[in-house]
T-cell receptor, first 114, second 113 residues
Framework: DQQVKQNSPSLSVQEGRISILNCDYT??????FLWYKKYPAEGPTFLIS?????DKNEDGRFTVFLNKSAKHLSLHIVPSQPGDSAVYFC?????????????FGTGTKLQVIP | EPEVTQTPSHQVTQMGQEVILRCVPI?????FYWYRQILGQKVEFLVS????????KSEIFDDQFSVERPDGSNFTLKIRSTKLEDSAMYFC???????????FGPGTRLTVL
């Protein structure tokens, strides 16, 4: 049951260009969406989030867009830097009985080429 | 900056053996989680823990798995009788009350032979 899908397993972008990572979801009960970044041999680290009632959230070079009618979100990184090379996980949160459960996508491996 | 720590970084065990994976969450956090990631696959939720009890668990978290907070700092995941398919990276995470972000540890790589 893949409630959160990242259909692109990998993406290569030139340094300085825009990276766009996409994510689709199926469960309309999700109230927050998060992006996590993961380097090899490390745990995921939180990058940016967006509430389901918003359509955009920006933090420096990172912007997340949410299209609730299409159940789609995307992470834009502008400009992309070599240090951004990592696996990016889209995640979605829902509350269940007052507790939160986070469902992760399969991840997209971003390579930023210098 | 406080961080979640996990030990060991790599655990190798024989099929059928019991393993205990250890985590020290961030000290003022109240919600604790275990996830696993089989090589090349997504990060999968296993269990969440709050106020000394399981708050939610996935279908993966069967009777072979248990979690415990034996003291004020450690949070452990026990696999009673390991199977080959338990081989994965296991991540512990913690979250403060009212917070959205979960803070992840570096993971324990479990290899079952």
């Amino acid at each position: 049951d893949q409630q959160v899908k990242q259909n692109s397993p990998s993406l290569s972008v030139q340094e300085g260009r825009i990276s766009i990572l996409n994510c689709d979801y199926t469960n309309s009960m999700f109230d927050y969406f998060l992006w996590y970044k993961k380097y090899p041999a490390e745990g995921p680290t939180f990058l940016i989030s967006i509430s389901s009632i918003k359509d955009k959230n920006e933090d420096g070079r990172f912007t997340v867009f949410l299209n609730k009618s299409a159940k789609h979100l995307s992470l834009h990184i502008v400009p992309s830097q070599p240090g951004d090379s990592a696996v990016y996980f889209c995640a979605a949160r829902r509350l269940s009985g007052g507790y939160q459960k986070v469902t992760f996508g399969t991840g997209t491996k971003l390579q930023v080429i210098p | 900056e406080p961080e979640v720590t996990q030990t060991p970084s790599h655990q190798v065990t024989q099929m059928g053996q019991e393993v205990i994976l250890r985590c020290v969450p961030i000290s003022n956090h109240l919600y604790f989680y275990w996830y696993r990631q089989i090589l090349g696959q997504k990060v999968e939720f296993l269990v969440s823990f709050y106020n000394n009890e399981i708050s939610e668990k996935s279908e993966i978290f069967d009777d072979q798995f248990s979690v415990e907070r034996p003291d004020g700092s450690n949070f452990t995941l026990k696999i009673r009788s390991t199977k080959l398919e338990d081989s994965a990276m296991y991540f512990c995470a913690s979250r403060p009350s009212g917070g959205l972000e979960q803070f992840f540890g570096p993971g324990t790589r479990l290899t079952v032979l």
